[in-house]
C-alpha cells in the first residue's frame, strides 16, 4: 500500500511539474511576441487578453504533447533515470520531433520558409 501512495504522490508531482512546464512554455513565446509591445499602464482590457491568452496557450501546448511527454516520463521511470538532466534531454528530442512533424517531415523541397 505505501508502494502505491509512493507512485500516485510521484505522478501528481509529475503532473505538477508538467503543468508549469506548460505554463512556462507559454509565457516564453508570449515574451517572445509580445517583448517589443509599449505597454499603456491602465490598459486592463489588454492585460486580461494576454492573460487569456497566456492560459490559452498553456491548454494548447499540454494537449498537443501530454501523451508523448508521459511515454517519455515512463520510460524514464522505468529505466530509474530521475535526474533533471535526462528530462532535459527526453524534452529537447521531443522538441526536435514535434519540430520535426509539424513541419511536414523536412525534405529537400521544404528546406526554405515558403
Given at each position: 500500500?505505501?508502494?502505491?501512495?509512493?507512485y500516485l504522490g510521484?505522478f501528481?508531482v509529475?503532473?505538477?511539474g508538467?503543468?508549469s512546464?506548460?505554463?512556462a512554455?507559454?509565457?516564453f513565446?508570449h515574451m517572445?511576441?509580445?517583448?517589443?509591445?509599449?505597454?499603456v499602464?491602465?490598459?486592463?482590457?489588454?492585460?486580461m487578453t494576454?492573460w487569456?491568452s497566456?492560459?490559452f496557450?498553456?491548454?494548447?501546448?499540454?494537449?498537443?504533447?501530454?501523451l508523448?511527454?508521459?511515454?517519455l516520463?515512463?520510460?524514464?521511470?522505468?529505466?530509474?533515470?530521475?535526474?533533471?538532466l535526462a528530462?532535459a534531454?527526453?524534452?529537447?528530442?521531443l522538441?526536435?520531433l514535434?519540430t520535426f512533424v509539424l513541419?511536414?517531415?523536412?525534405?529537400p523541397?521544404?528546406t526554405?520558409?515558403e
Open positions: 500500500m505505501n508502494r502505491v501512495l509512493a510521484r501528481a509529475i503532473l505538477a508538467f503543468a512546464a506548460c505554463l512554455g507559454s509565457v513565446l517572445l511576441v509580445l517583448g517589443g509591445y509599449d505597454w499602464v491602465g490598459e486592463w482590457h489588454l492585460e494576454v487569456f497566456v492560459l496557450v498553456t491548454a494548447l501546448i499540454g494537449s498537443i504533447c501530454f508523448p511527454a508521459m511515454v516520463i515512463v520510460i524514464a521511470e522505468i529505466v530509474s533515470a530521475r535526474g533533471w528530462y534531454l527526453s524534452g529537447g528530442v522538441g526536435v514535434f513541419r511536414g517531415g523536412g525534405g523541397e521544404r526554405e520558409f
